[in-house]
C-alpha cells in the first residue's frame, strides 16, 4: 500500500476511536458502491458503539434499495437544531419587505408582498432545521470542500474518502487513491484495521458494492485488494449475486453466416449461366468463322474445370463418419463381377 495512504489509515483509525459523534457524507448520484461503503461504515460503527449518522443530498435511487439500511439515509445532520429555515417560493418583486414582530410568545415571520399579492400556498411552506454537527464529518466521493459548506463547521474534522483523481484532496486526513477500484474496498480496509464488528449484512453490502464498481470482477481497474476483501467478506457470510450475462452482438450470426446457403445456390447458378452464355457465344462465333476450332474447345473446357472447382471450394466440408470409412473399406473388397449373373449347368448322370 501507498506509504501516504497507510499513514491515512492509521490517522483515520485514531480519529475514529477519540471521536464520539461521526458524520457520513455521501456525495451526490451515489452509485451501489458509494452508498454501500457509506452504509456499511455507519452498520459497523453504530454496532460499535459511535453516535453515527449518514446523509446524502440527492435521494436514494431504485438501485440502491435493496442495500441494508438505506432508510437510515437523512438529508441533514440531526440532534439540537442551531438553524431553522423558513422557506418559501419566491419570484423576482413579489415581495417587497420582510419583518419580524414578537407577539407574547410567539414570533411572527412578516412577508409583504406587491399589488398581486403572494402567489404560493402554505403548503408550498418548509421548516428547514440543521442539527449540532458531529465532531468529525467522513465524505465518500466528495470533489471538493465547497460541497460539505452546509453540514460542516470550523471545529469539525474532515476525513476525504475517494477513488478519482479529479478531487481536489481537501480535509484533516486525506484517504484518495486511484489504485483502489472502488470505496467498498477501502470501508473493508477501515473496518479491518480498527477491529470494528462486521455482520452477514455489513459483508453482504460491502460485496455488492465491489462487484458492481468491478464490473463481477472482469474491469481491468479491478484492484488486489478487491479480491482480497472479496475473500474476507465471503467468510463473513456474504453470498455472491449472480448477474445476467451480457449479450454480445458477436455471438449472434451474421446475415452472411445465415445466408451462406443461399450464396452458395446463387453462385452455382451463376457460374452455370455464364457458362451455357460462353458456350453459346462460342458456338456463334464458331458458326460465322465454320466450325469450331481445337483450341477454343480446350480453352472452353479449361475455365469450365476452372468453374467447378470453384464450386467445389464454396461447399462446406463434412467430415465422413467412421460408419462410412467402414462401409466404403467393405466395398472396395467386392469383386468386379458380383453383381454379374450367374449361369450354373448341371451334371448328367448316366443310368
Not at 130 to 145: D, E, F, N, R, Y
Not at 328 to 349: I, N, Y
Request: net charge negative.
Amino acid at each position: 500500500m501507498n506509504p501516504i495512504i497507510q499513514k491515512a489509515f492509521e490517522s483515520l483509525t485514531s480519529e475514529l476511536l477519540s471521536s464520539q459523534t461521526v458524520g457520513i457524507v455521501v456525495g451526490e448520484n451515489a452509485t451501489i458502491d458509494k452508498m454501500a461503503a457509506g452504509l456499511s461504515l455507519y452498520l459497523s460503527l453504530s454496532a460499535g458503539g459511535k453516535n453515527v449518522q449518514i446523509i446524502s443530498k440527492s435521494n436514494p435511487t431504485v438501485e440502491v434499495s435493496n442495500l441494508v439500511g438505506i432508510d437510515r439515509v437523512g438529508k441533514n445532520f440531526e440532534g439540537n437544531t442551531k438553524i431553522l429555515t423558513i422557506s418559501v417560493p419566491y419570484r423576482e418583486g413579489e415581495i417587497e419587505k420582510v419583518s419580524y414582530n414578537i407577539e407574547k410568545d410567539k414570533l411572527n415571520v412578516n412577508l409583504f408582498a406587491e399589488e398581486n399579492g403572494i402567489s404560493f400556498s402554505e403548503r408550498d411552506v418548509e421548516f428547514i432545521g440543521k442539527g449540532s454537527t458531529p465532531s468529525l464529518v467522513i465524505a465518500l466521493g466528495i470533489p471538493s470542500a465547497e460541497k460539505l459548506q452546509e453540514v460542516s463547521g470550523p471545529e469539525v474534522k474532515i476525513v476525504n474518502i475517494d477513488t478519482s483523481l479529479s478531487n481536489t484532496q481537501f480535509g484533516d486526513i486525506v484517504l484518495v487513491d486511484s489504485s483502489f477500484s472502488s470505496f467498498s474496498e477501502i470501508v473493508s480496509e477501515i473496518i479491518k484495521s480498527l477491529g470494528l464488528p462486521m455482520d452477514q449484512d455489513i459483508a453482504q453490502n460491502l460485496l455488492d458494492g465491489i462487484t458492481y464498481a468491478t464490473n463481477n470482477f472482469t474491469s481491468p481497474s479491478t484492484s488486489a485488494y478487491a479480491f482480497g476483501a472479496a475473500g474476507i467478506l465471503l467468510m463473513n457470510g456474504a453470498k455472491r449475486t449472480i448477474n445476467a450475462p451480457k449479450i454480445n452482438a458477436a455471438s449472434f450470426p451474421q446475415p452472411t453466416q445465415l445466408l451462406g446457403n443461399q450464396n452458395r445456390g446463387q453462385m452455382r447458378q451463376n457460374n452455370q449461366q455464364r457458362t451455357g452464355q460462353m458456350m453459346q457465344n462460342n458456338r456463334n462465333n464458331n458458326q460465322n468463322r465454320g466450325g469450331f476450332q481445337k483450341n477454343d474447345t480446350r480453352r472452353l473446357e479449361e475455365m469450365v474445370q476452372k468453374m467447378k472447382s470453384q464450386e467445389e471450394m464454396q461447399k462446406p466440408k463434412i467430415e465422413q463418419s467412421p460408419i462410412e470409412n467402414v462401409e466404403r473399406e467393405a466395398s472396395s473388397d467386392v469383386p468386379d463381377d458380383w453383381f454379374l449373373p450367374k449361369v450354373f449347368k448341371g451334371a448328367k448322370k448316366n443310368n
